[in-house]
């Protein structure tokens, strides 16, 4: 009886361990590389300028089309999850939830081709590339097809997602105006 209690014991501390371990490694690898890149872009973004960013972001997102597929890949590619819901703030209010939702939805499609932009989430695609070299398919048909299909999602995503935004914001502003001034 003493035994198990005292496995007990270990085995609760040992939890602790392992999650102090994992907060080090959090704290030694993901952490500062994100500090160093947010505090990269935006530095670049002052060295260029805000409202040149602000004009290409805009430029960019004019179109439906790219607002769901180039914008949201160029976000990813370059700024990496998490920092690429960051591109959102150069975009009017009423697409950003939409471009959220692309880039979130894009985060694990691309890792087959780009690694990094979801380093932390390589396991996912790792997992299925596994399964189809035990079927003896090649990869990198894979990785175009994954990244393909995430276009393709993350666009139809983006308009469905706008849409909703767009009907819920005009709901809110009826029932603004139906209510009575104080």
Same mark, same amino acid.
């Given at each position: 009886?003493?035994? @198990?209690?005292?496995?007990? *014991?270990?085995?609760?501390?040992? +939890? ?15 952490? #500062?590389? +994100?500090?160093?890149?947010?505090? /990269? ?13 602000? &004009?290409?972001?805009? /430029? ?11 914008? %949201?890949?160029?976000?990813?590619? !370059?700024?990496?999850? #998490?920092?690429?819901? @960051? !591109?959102?703030? !150069? ?5 950003? %939830? /939409? ?9 694990? #499609?691309?890792?087959?081709?780009? #690694?990094?932009?979801? *380093? ?16 003896? +398919? %090649? +990869?990198?048909?894979?990785?175009? &097809? ?10 139809? &995503?983006?308009?469905?997602?706008? &849409?909703?935004? /767009? ?13 009575? @001034?104080?």
């Amino acid at each position: 009886m003493l035994e @198990s209690l005292a496995g007990l *014991a270990e085995g609760f501390i040992g +939890l602790f361990n392992k999650g102090g371990e994992v907060f080090i490694g959090l704290m030694t690898g993901i952490l #500062p590389t +994100l500090i160093v890149l947010i505090t /990269a872009v935006n530095a670049l973004i002052k060295i260029i300028g805000e409202e040149k960013v602000h &004009r290409v972001a805009k /430029a960019a997102s004019k179109n439906f089309i790219t607002r769901y597929t180039v914008f %949201p890949v160029l976000a990813v590619f !370059f700024l990496t999850n #998490p920092m690429c819901y @960051s !591109f959102g703030k !150069f975009l009017e209010e009423r697409y950003k %939830p /939409a471009f959220y939702d692309a880039a979130v939805s894009f985060v694990h #499609p691309i890792t087959g081709l780009f #690694p990094h932009a979801n *380093a932390g989430e390589l396991f996912v695609y790792m997992g299925i590339a596994q399964g189809i070299e035990q079927l003896g +398919l %090649p +990869l990198g048909q894979l990785a175009v &097809r994954y990244f393909l299909v995430g276009v393709i999602v993350i666009f139809i &995503r983006g308009i469905v997602t706008e &849409r909703i935004t /767009a009907i819920m914001m005009k709901q809110k502003t009826l029932k603004e105006s139906n209510q009575p @001034s104080a």
